[in-house]
């Protein structure tokens, strides 16, 4: 099974708040990776985390909050966001850095 | 810069003929390639990896890998509409613990 869930499917926000983003494995993956994509493009890597350390923030605003509680959780914590960061968010997991990723089916983020 | 190109395509290919899609990466410390398939509004989903050069196929699909022209492609035999998508290569080099995408192919199969 190489499932990857995400919470939740769609989320409108004010600019003001403050909401978060679940991602969920039971593959027994230590690498976890949250992906900002914008329609036509490719995604773009935003964290990585291995073995529930933070192994590479992409020079994202601190606006986005990271957190990975446990190997099978990744939070990202959202908050004051602008328009632009209007977006689908992929998580993605893979057995350990640098093996295949399996996405999630994303969040659609709307900032309004 | 490392680099991952792609043809953005769209490609057209009638239904049951052989898909060819192409990418070529600019370092040579890449280990690891993959591609994606991603419809219109959903995530992408594996469909190969491949790390040693030369085939390696699954079902309808076959992964091409030469590294000394750094190049890898994905062949899809028996076209079928469902093979209609965007299709991203991505590139890993070791230790690096992120993907490299390339900008995707648009393939259409035509009925």
């Known amino acids: 099974d190489t499932e990857v869930t995400q919470t939740p499917k769609h989320l409108v926000m004010g600019m003001t708040n403050k909401k978060s983003l679940k991602c969920e494995q039971h593959?027994?993956?230590?690498?976890m990776y949250w992906y900002k994509q914008k329609a036509k493009k490719p995604p773009e890597l935003m964290f990585v985390y291995s073995y529930e350390k933070l192994s590479i923030n992409e020079s994202v605003p601190s606006r986005f909050s990271p957190e990975c509680p446990n190997s099978s959780l990744l939070n990202l914590h959202l908050h004051a966001l602008q328009p632009e960061d209007s977006a689908l968010y992929l998580c993605?997991?893979?057995?350990?850095?640098?093996?295949?990723?399996?996405f999630g089916p994303g969040t659609r983020l709307t900032v309004t | 810069q490392k680099e991952v190109e792609q043809n953005s395509g769209p490609l057209s290919v009638p239904e049951g003929a052989i898909a060819s899609l192409n990418c070529t990466y600019s370092?040579?410390?890449?280990?690891?390639f993959f591609w994606y398939r991603q419809y219109s509004g959903k995530s992408p989903e594996l469909i190969m990896f491949?790390?040693?050069?030369g085939d390696k196929e699954d079902g309808r699909f076959t992964a091409q890998l030469n590294k000394a022209s750094q190049y890898v492609s994905l062949l899809i035999r028996d076209s079928q509409p469902s093979d209609s998508a965007t299709y991203l290569c991505a590139v890993n080099a070791q230790g690096a613990q992120k993907l490299v995408f390339g900008q995707g192919t648009r393939l259409t199969i035509n009925p």
């Open positions: 593959m027994g993956h230590r690498a």
């Open positions: 993605a997991s893979s057995p350990v850095a640098d093996y295949e990723q399996y």
């Open positions: 370092d040579r410390g890449s280990q690891s």
């Open positions: 491949i790390y040693s050069n």
